[in-house]
């Protein structure tokens, strides 16, 4: 059975991950696949819009399926990760900028990758169960897919909250982050996709739930204020409040290296929020990430063989800017597909 259920019904192009015993973790043949059928439909009369979801309950998309580009990390095989990532990036860039609406339904895990599918759409719908993330620093890698774009677009601090902790998001957070635009209840999704291949484009309003982050933010607006890692992490109370304690719990988790680069990369979006400078700034991260961060201490400690205990490297000061600056020549160019 195919991973990717692409087929048209009715007005809809409709895109269904379908590897729900994977949680629908995106493979590289997935990512092009999407790619191929959105450029199909782009000047389709027939296709007025796309709807992207994921078979099973647990999962839209748990991120991406990265055992091989652990495997060719450790083989030395640098040249494997660098294009997974370019062309993943530039498949987020093109949902971010699609000329017809998108509609993504996000139940359970949409983590890492699955953000980049689902959380760049023009109309993202989240539901009872939705858990959504950016918990990438946890495996030494930057909150990347153009996730640096919606932490910096975040209400006040909670980017910087949000992309250094990991931290799950519920339904009311996502919408209160920006990371979604509706709830509905998971029980009418079958009958709003149905309405939606139909031609019926009106998507129910219902109440958001509440937002926990709304409560938390005044706390963390004050405290993630820095500039630096060491801001953060240096500067919290002896007597911590229920948002610190949490996020110092996430963060204690986390590759240094990784935190301070996010730092860099969602305060440098932040002035410049675009999905393609997002892609830029993620992309000098993980072009270096195998060679000079932590991201395959943290696949193996994490995925591998789940000791959850990493052995992170010491951060100096400089390192989270030498991962941060141009490539030059290697800079990611959105146009060009890998051969």
């Known amino acids: 059975?195919?991973?990717?259920?692409?087929?048209?019904?009715?007005?809809?192009?409709?895109?269904?991950?379908?590897?729900?015993?994977?949680?629908?973790?995106?493979?590289?043949?997935?990512?092009?696949?999407?790619?191929?059928?959105?450029?199909?439909?782009?000047?389709?009369?027939?296709?007025?819009?796309?709807?992207?979801?994921?078979?099973?309950?647990?999962?839209?998309?748990?991120?991406?399926?990265?055992?091989?580009?652990?495997?060719?990390?450790?083989?030395?095989?640098?040249?494997?990760?660098?294009?997974?990532?370019?062309?993943?990036?530039?498949?987020?860039?093109k949902i971010c900028n699609y000329p017809k609406p998108v509609v993504t339904f996000l139940q359970?895990?949409?983590?890492?990758?699955?953000?980049?599918?689902?959380?760049?759409?023009?109309?993202?719908?989240?539901?009872?169960?939705?858990?959504?993330?950016?918990?990438?620093?946890?495996?030494?890698?930057?909150?990347?897919?153009g996730g640096s774009l919606l932490l910096a677009k975040a209400p006040g601090r909670l980017g910087e909250y949000l992309g250094l902790t990991g931290d799950r998001m519920d339904a009311g957070d996502a919408l209160f982050a920006g990371f979604a635009d509706?709830?509905?209840?998971?029980?009418?999704?079958?009958?709003?996709?149905?309405?939606?291949?139909?031609?019926?484009?009106?998507?129910?309003?219902h109440a958001a739930p509440d937002a926990r982050l709304a409560t938390w933010q005044p706390v963390i607006d004050n405290h993630f204020n820095g500039d630096r890692l060491g801001d953060f992490l240096n500067g919290m109370?002896?007597?911590?409040?229920?948002?610190?304690?949490?996020?110092?719990?996430?963060?204690?988790?986390?590759?240094?290296?990784?935190?301070?680069?996010a730092i860099e990369i969602i305060r440098r979006v932040r002035i410049r929020p675009t999905i393609e400078n997002a892609l830029e700034h993620e992309y000098r991260f993980t072009y270096r990430a195998m060679e000079h961060a932590d991201f395959i201490e943290g696949i193996r400690a994490a995925i591998i063989d789940k000791d959850r205990?990493?052995?992170?490297?010491?951060?100096?000061?400089?390192?989270?800017?030498?991962?941060?600056?141009?490539l030059g020549r290697e800079s990611l160019d959105l146009t060009k597909e890998t051969q």
């Open 237 to 261: 109370p002896t007597d911590l409040p229920a948002p610190l304690a949490h996020a110092r719990k996430l963060m204690d988790r986390n590759s240094p290296l990784a935190m301070a680069a």
């Open 182 to 205: 509706h709830f509905v209840p998971e029980a009418d999704w079958p009958t709003l996709k149905d309405a939606l291949t139909s031609g019926d484009d009106a998507i129910p309003k």
């Open 108 to 145: 359970g895990f949409t983590m890492g990758g699955g953000v980049g599918i689902g959380c760049h759409a023009g109309h993202r719908i989240v539901g009872e169960t939705s858990q959504i993330a950016m918990p990438e620093c946890n495996i030494g890698l930057i909150p990347d897919v």
């Open 1 to 93: 059975m195919s991973d990717l259920i692409v087929r048209t019904q009715g007005q809809a192009g409709r895109i269904t991950l379908n590897r729900p015993a994977a949680l629908n973790a995106l493979t590289w043949d997935m990512l092009r696949a999407i790619e191929t059928a959105l450029d199909r439909w782009r000047d389709d009369p027939v296709v007025t819009l796309v709807i992207i979801d994921g078979v099973g309950e647990r999962a839209f998309c748990s991120g991406g399926d990265i055992a091989e580009m652990y495997d060719s990390g450790l083989r030395g095989d640098l040249a494997y990760g660098r294009a997974f990532w370019r062309d993943e990036y530039r498949l987020n860039a």
């Open 309 to 326: 205990a990493p052995k992170w490297r010491e951060l100096r000061s400089g390192d989270a800017l030498k991962m941060t600056l141009p």
